[in-house]
Protein backbone atom coordinates (compact mmCIF):
# COMPACT_ATOMS: atom_id res chain seq x y z
CA UNK A 1 0.00 0.00 0.00
CA UNK A 2 2.88 2.49 0.94
CA UNK A 3 3.96 1.86 -2.81
CA UNK A 4 1.26 2.97 -4.27
CA UNK A 5 1.31 6.42 -1.97
CA UNK A 6 5.23 6.79 -2.30
CA UNK A 7 5.49 9.49 -5.29
CA UNK A 8 2.74 11.55 -3.55
CA UNK A 9 4.72 10.66 -0.22
CA UNK A 10 7.45 11.85 -1.60
CA UNK A 11 6.42 15.25 -3.07
CA UNK A 12 4.88 15.96 0.48
CA UNK A 13 7.98 15.32 2.01
CA UNK A 14 10.25 17.12 -0.44
CA UNK A 15 7.56 20.16 -0.32
CA UNK A 16 7.28 20.34 3.64
CA UNK A 17 11.15 20.02 3.76
CA UNK A 18 12.00 22.83 1.36
CA UNK A 19 9.19 24.69 2.67
CA UNK A 20 10.51 24.20 6.61
CA UNK A 21 14.03 25.10 5.68
CA UNK A 22 13.13 28.41 3.25
CA UNK A 23 10.88 29.01 6.38
CA UNK A 24 13.08 29.08 9.23
CA UNK A 25 15.90 31.07 7.40
CA UNK A 26 13.27 33.68 6.36
CA UNK A 27 12.10 34.17 10.07
CA UNK A 28 15.98 34.21 11.34
CA UNK A 29 16.81 36.81 8.54
CA UNK A 30 13.87 38.73 9.84
CA UNK A 31 14.35 38.80 13.31
CA UNK A 32 17.47 40.26 12.92
CA UNK A 33 15.87 43.40 12.24
CA UNK A 34 14.79 45.45 14.53
CA UNK A 35 12.30 47.29 12.31
CA UNK A 36 11.19 46.43 8.73
CA UNK A 37 12.88 44.30 6.85
CA UNK A 38 14.64 45.12 3.46
CA UNK A 39 12.54 42.83 1.65
CA UNK A 40 9.42 45.10 3.03
CA UNK A 41 11.10 48.06 2.49
CA UNK A 42 11.78 47.28 -0.84
CA UNK A 43 8.08 45.98 -1.58
CA UNK A 44 6.41 49.38 -0.07
CA UNK A 45 8.84 51.92 -1.66
CA UNK A 46 7.90 50.39 -5.04
CA UNK A 47 4.36 49.86 -4.35
CA UNK A 48 4.59 53.91 -3.75
CA UNK A 49 6.27 54.45 -6.65
CA UNK A 50 3.28 52.35 -8.66
CA UNK A 51 0.98 54.88 -6.61
CA UNK A 52 2.68 57.90 -7.79
CA UNK A 53 2.47 56.39 -11.71
CA UNK A 54 -1.16 55.87 -11.21
CA UNK A 55 -1.35 59.98 -10.28
CA UNK A 56 -1.47 59.63 -6.17
CA UNK A 57 1.00 61.63 -4.20
CA UNK A 58 2.54 58.94 -1.80
CA UNK A 59 5.78 58.45 0.05
CA UNK A 60 6.95 55.67 1.62
CA UNK A 61 7.99 55.96 5.62
CA UNK A 62 8.86 53.50 8.01
CA UNK A 63 6.75 53.63 11.48
CA UNK A 64 8.97 54.36 14.29
CA UNK A 65 9.99 51.40 16.38
CA UNK A 66 8.17 48.78 14.71
CA UNK A 67 8.45 46.10 11.85
CA UNK A 68 5.91 48.44 9.64
CA UNK A 69 6.35 50.98 6.51
CA UNK A 70 3.46 52.96 6.05
CA UNK A 71 2.35 54.64 2.80
CA UNK A 72 1.30 57.92 3.50
CA UNK A 73 -0.60 60.52 1.15
CA UNK A 74 0.18 63.86 2.52
CA UNK A 75 0.48 63.76 6.44
CA UNK A 76 -2.18 61.18 6.86
CA UNK A 77 -1.13 57.54 6.91
CA UNK A 78 -3.63 55.29 4.24
CA UNK A 79 -2.06 51.74 4.63
CA UNK A 80 0.71 50.58 7.29
CA UNK A 81 3.02 47.06 4.94
CA UNK A 82 3.80 44.18 7.42
CA UNK A 83 6.74 41.67 7.21
CA UNK A 84 3.82 38.96 5.36
CA UNK A 85 2.91 41.77 3.07
CA UNK A 86 6.25 41.38 0.98
CA UNK A 87 5.22 38.38 -1.22
CA UNK A 88 8.15 36.05 0.41
CA UNK A 89 5.41 33.71 1.80
CA UNK A 90 3.87 33.42 -1.33
CA UNK A 91 7.16 32.75 -2.95
CA UNK A 92 8.87 30.24 -1.08
CA UNK A 93 5.55 28.34 -1.31
CA UNK A 94 5.75 28.39 -4.96
CA UNK A 95 9.51 27.62 -4.82
CA UNK A 96 8.44 24.75 -2.56
CA UNK A 97 6.42 23.43 -5.05
CA UNK A 98 8.62 23.74 -7.74
CA UNK A 99 11.74 21.75 -5.85
CA UNK A 100 9.19 19.28 -4.43
CA UNK A 101 7.29 18.59 -8.28
CA UNK A 102 10.51 18.30 -9.87
CA UNK A 103 11.41 18.49 -13.74
CA UNK A 104 13.64 19.47 -16.13
CA UNK A 105 16.52 21.36 -13.87
CA UNK A 106 17.21 23.56 -16.94
CA UNK A 107 13.95 24.63 -17.31
CA UNK A 108 13.47 25.46 -13.75
CA UNK A 109 16.25 27.59 -14.03
CA UNK A 110 14.60 30.07 -16.23
CA UNK A 111 11.03 29.17 -14.67
CA UNK A 112 11.71 29.85 -10.94
CA UNK A 113 13.13 33.66 -11.51
CA UNK A 114 10.22 34.44 -13.93
CA UNK A 115 7.70 33.17 -11.50
CA UNK A 116 9.24 34.95 -8.53
CA UNK A 117 9.28 37.94 -10.85
CA UNK A 118 5.49 37.79 -12.06
CA UNK A 119 4.68 36.63 -8.31
CA UNK A 120 6.13 39.82 -7.28
CA UNK A 121 4.60 42.41 -9.74
CA UNK A 122 1.28 40.70 -8.59
CA UNK A 123 2.66 41.67 -5.31
CA UNK A 124 3.40 44.95 -6.21
CA UNK A 125 -0.55 45.25 -7.46
CA UNK A 126 -2.01 43.97 -4.85
CA UNK A 127 -0.23 46.39 -2.06
CA UNK A 128 -0.92 49.16 -4.73
CA UNK A 129 -4.48 48.00 -4.89
CA UNK A 130 -4.89 47.94 -1.19
CA UNK A 131 -3.62 51.55 -1.20
CA UNK A 132 -6.56 52.55 -3.43
CA UNK A 133 -9.43 50.40 -1.34
CA UNK A 134 -8.35 51.92 1.76
CA UNK A 135 -8.30 55.23 0.31
CA UNK A 136 -11.37 55.49 -1.92
CA UNK A 137 -13.30 52.51 -0.41
CA UNK A 138 -12.58 51.63 3.14
CA UNK A 139 -15.36 50.11 3.91
CA UNK A 140 -14.34 47.23 1.75
CA UNK A 141 -10.63 47.18 2.80
CA UNK A 142 -11.18 44.39 5.84
CA UNK A 143 -12.79 42.17 2.83
CA UNK A 144 -10.55 42.82 -0.20
CA UNK A 145 -7.46 42.33 2.07
CA UNK A 146 -8.56 39.35 3.74
CA UNK A 147 -10.22 37.93 0.75
CA UNK A 148 -10.18 38.34 -2.90
CA UNK A 149 -6.43 40.06 -2.75
CA UNK A 150 -5.55 36.97 -0.82
CA UNK A 151 -7.00 34.58 -3.22
CA UNK A 152 -6.24 36.71 -6.19
CA UNK A 153 -2.37 35.83 -5.34
CA UNK A 154 -2.36 32.39 -4.88
CA UNK A 155 -4.13 31.80 -7.94
CA UNK A 156 -1.59 33.49 -9.84
CA UNK A 157 0.33 30.63 -8.03
CA UNK A 158 -1.54 27.86 -8.87
CA UNK A 159 -1.62 29.26 -12.94
CA UNK A 160 2.31 29.36 -12.33
CA UNK A 161 1.82 25.45 -11.12
CA UNK A 162 -0.51 24.22 -13.78
CA UNK A 163 2.00 26.27 -16.42
CA UNK A 164 4.87 24.84 -15.24
CA UNK A 165 3.36 21.18 -15.16
CA UNK A 166 1.21 21.41 -18.35
CA UNK A 167 2.95 23.83 -20.48
CA UNK A 168 6.72 23.41 -19.57
CA UNK A 169 6.80 20.04 -18.73
CA UNK A 170 4.13 18.91 -20.74
CA UNK A 171 2.33 16.62 -18.43
CA UNK A 172 -0.69 16.14 -18.06
CA UNK A 173 -2.32 17.20 -13.89
CA UNK A 174 -3.47 13.87 -13.84
CA UNK A 175 -0.25 11.70 -14.93
CA UNK A 176 1.50 14.23 -12.49
CA UNK A 177 -0.65 14.05 -9.27
CA UNK A 178 0.34 9.93 -9.92
CA UNK A 179 4.10 10.54 -10.41
CA UNK A 180 4.54 13.76 -8.25
CA UNK A 181 7.84 13.57 -6.85
CA UNK A 182 9.47 10.79 -8.57
Known amino acids: MIREFKPALK ?10 ALNLFYGWWISTYDRADPATVWVTNQSSMV ?3 LG ?3 YAKPKVNTPTISIFNGSRIVVNVFEGCNGINVAIVFVAFMVAFNGNWKKMLWFIPLGLLIIHIANLARVSGLYLVAEYFQQYFYYVHKYAFTASIYLIVFVLWWWW ?9 RKALSSAGQ
Open 51 to 53: LNW
Open 56 to 58: EDT
Open 165 to 173: IEKINRVSI
Open 11 to 20: FLGIFVGVYL
